[in-house]
């Protein structure tokens, strides 16, 4: 036996016999990036919210303060809070009606080849890049695009106007209003919301299917009362992806849609053009705070009960 | 195909097949087969794996549609209809019982289907769970019960619904033995107080003979045969029932024919042969062949000899250890003799 074989199967045989060890050796170089670097600038940020600005020197003034969140509270950032939370909610909601039936198709009948290329079809977008799809969007968008153009060609270049001219859409072309930002940040999450929910039902065994026929439930009662609530977990954690990106992206509503801000920008402005921090920090917590209690109320109404 | 006699009253029909065949693409899963099971009867489907016990079973519940040939259930032609609106219910292998409800709202499940009312339902629920022993266990998941415990759950929501015909796919197949034994004794019991139908599909042959009034043995999508635990275990048909239900002891070409004198396959269970010293004198309503002893295994209740016979082939014996008997060693010449009426001649 050489020294170093010697060497390595001592080694082998001391991690061994000790596999809390090897556990920790695991474990702790990503408990360290998570814990130091990510919760830790978390907490950073958490304690920035809390100093402030000095009005005349534009320095940080680093005693405690709430002053940041009564700013917070003004109603010009109270708009951007709504506006942000909304926008969210819509393509949540939408994305969630537009993945289920395709997550559906890919769980339940897509088999083999079908699958795989269903797969990839939802998968693309993403290996693309963000900005490339995004700058594509305000192309086709535009009052030049494929859109507006398809609409004029079937004559119902009128409806769309309609459409645009209601109140709170308000836009001269899709790029320019509110409905172009939904539909660029529909498109750009989806996969978000489809991957989840396919997973989801894609644990659904068919036996639980047949069971329901069997106990003499209508292929409609057997979707209400055992797909759908099997399905829950899934769209929730779609949801969460979708809503959470959403209330976060400052990209999106900066090159396509009414140039209203979003909470993103806003954070994106305060610490960059404008130099304060504390708001800007003050502004990334709404998003935190939100999602805390999206989640409580997903948990309470039970979203996770069949997981 | 021989047909058991448990129709010895005169019973209805409860299920019938008429011809039926299930193929997928070239694959015949269930081949031309026929067969009546009579009402309140405890029928099993035995079988290996793929031999269409399983694909039978679907049929009458109406996850599959038969290719050609028609299922009649009460008299009734099922084809086209679709499970839900079938008067039979399944207990399934998996139990698949729903993980996001609790024990009362499973077993209450078809009821709510029905649109009984929820406090009715309730009732009749923890009813059916007192009935397979398991009152107290209904505001439980699933997830927190054990194997036997959801088996009792899956059987009380299908006997809710009070079918005609309750289909069991190998309910059993997931417990551990104690647990098994104990179950096949409860759902014989369970059967004989509800009173109906009950179709079971398993390949444990132990199973499908202890529980049955009669058995259908499945083999490549066709029946072998037919009959009650008794007389396919004395009488198999086919070498196949013979090797399948119990343990036998298969000769054929010359070492057949050495012992039975004639052409053809022929079968002995290895608990009806004698060992004897070598000329030692046997009844006259016996037949006897000579042979060497192989192997000994020595397995608590009875002992296993593999004797090799003089005549070309080899056959087991089955000596049940009840008192000091004649107990070869290995290697040592005996003498084998049995009953000439325990001697299977056998059909394919």
């Not at chain 1, 819509?90 to 993945?99: D, H, L, P």
């Not at chain 2, 397995?299 to 049940?320: C, F, I, K, M």
């Amino acid at each position: 036996m050489t020294p170093s074989s010697s060497l390595s199967n001592r080694l082998s045989t001391y991690l061994f016999n000790r596999p809390n060890l090897v556990l920790c050796l695991l474990l702790l170089p990503p408990l360290l990036w998570l814990g130091v670097i990510y919760l830790g600038s978390l907490f950073s940020l958490l304690v920035q919210s809390f100093f402030s600005i000095d009005d005349f020197t534009g320095k940080v003034v680093y005693d405690l303060s709430l002053n940041s969140y009564a700013r917070l509270f003004s109603a010009t950032n109270l708009a951007i809070i709504f506006r942000t939370v909304m926008m969210a909610s819509a393509v949540t909601v939408i994305c969630g009606i537009i993945a289920f039936p395709l997550a559906y198709y890919i769980a339940r009948f897509a088999s083999g080849r079908t699958k795989a290329l269903f797969y990839v079809a939802v998968m693309l977008p993403l290996w693309s890049n963000y900005l490339v799809r995004v700058y594509s969007w305000k192309l086709i968008l535009a009052k030049e695009g494929a859109i507006h153009w398809m609409f004029n060609a079937l004559g119902l270049g009128p409806l769309l106007e309609w459409i645009l001219s209601l109140p709170v859409v308000e836009g001269s072309s899709l790029s320019t209003s509110y409905i172009g930002t939904a539909l660029t940040f529909i498109y750009i999450w989806l996969p978000f919301m489809v991957l989840p929910i396919q997973a989801a039902l894609e644990r659904v065994p068919r036996s639980l299917l047949e069971a329901s026929s069997d106990l003499g439930a209508r292929p409609g009662e057997t979707f209400r009362k055992v797909i759908f609530p099997l399905a829950i977990p899934g769209i929730a954690a779609g949801s969460i992806f979708t809503f959470s990106l959403t209330l976060g992206d400052y990209i999106i509503p900066q090159l396509i849609g009414s140039s209203r801000p979003f909470i993103g920008q806003a954070v994106y402005q305060f610490q960059g053009t404008a130099g304060d921090i504390p708001m800007a920090a003050a502004f990334a917590m709404v998003p935190i705070v939100i999602m805390a209690v999206y989640l409580t109320i997903a948990k309470r109404l039970g979203a996770f009960d069949a997981l | 195909m021989s047909k058991g006699d448990a129709a010895a009253t005169p019973q209805s029909t409860a299920v019938s097949f008429r011809d039926v065949s299930r193929h997928y693409g070239s694959v015949k899963a269930v081949d031309r087969v026929s067969f009546d099971i009579l009402d309140g009867e405890f029928f099993a489907m035995l079988g290996p794996s793929g031999s269409g016990k399983t694909t039978s079973l679907r049929l009458i519940a109406g996850f599959e549609q038969p290719t050609s040939g028609s299922v009649i259930i009460h008299g009734k032609d099922m084809n086209g209809v679709p499970p839900y609106d079938r008067d039979v219910n399944t207990v399934f292998q998996d139990y698949a019982l729903f993980p996001h409800m609790n024990v009362v709202d499973n077993v209450a499940y078809g009821l709510m289907i029905r649109k009984v009312p929820a406090a009715e339902r309730r009732r009749q629920a923890e009813e059916m769970l007192e009935m397979v022993a398991l009152g107290g266990f209904g505001q439980r998941k699933p997830s927190q019960l054990s194997g036997g415990q959801r088996q009792r759950v899956a059987l009380a929501r299908a006997l809710i619904n009070h079918p005609s015909v309750l289909l069991l796919d190998e309910p059993l197949g997931a417990l551990d033995l104690k647990l098994r034994e104990q179950m096949q004794v409860e759902l014989k019991a369970i059967q004989r107080r509800v009173g109906i139908t009950f179709i079971y599909v398993t390949h444990d042959q132990g199973e499908a003979l202890s529980m049955s009034d009669r058995v259908a043995v499945f083999n490549q999508g066709h029946i072998e045969q037919m009959a009650r635990p008794h007389e396919l275990y004395e009488n198999p048909a086919t070498a196949f029932v013979a090797g399948f239900v119990g343990v036998s002891n298969l000769l054929q070409g010359a070492a057949a024919r050495a012992i039975s004198g004639q052409d053809g396959a022929c079968s002995i269970r290895p608990e009806k042969i004698y060992l004897a010293t070598p000329g030692s004198a046997v009844p006259a309503n016996a037949m006897s062949v000579a042979g060497r002893v192989t192997t000994i295994l020595y397995l608590g209740a009875n002992t296993r000899y593999d004797v090799a016979l003089e005549s070309g082939g080899e056959v087991t014996v089955a000596v049940q250890n009840r008192e000091s008997h004649f107990e070869p060693a290995e290697g040592e010449q005996v003498l084998l003799w049995w009953e000439a009426r325990h001697l299977m001649r056998l059909a394919g």
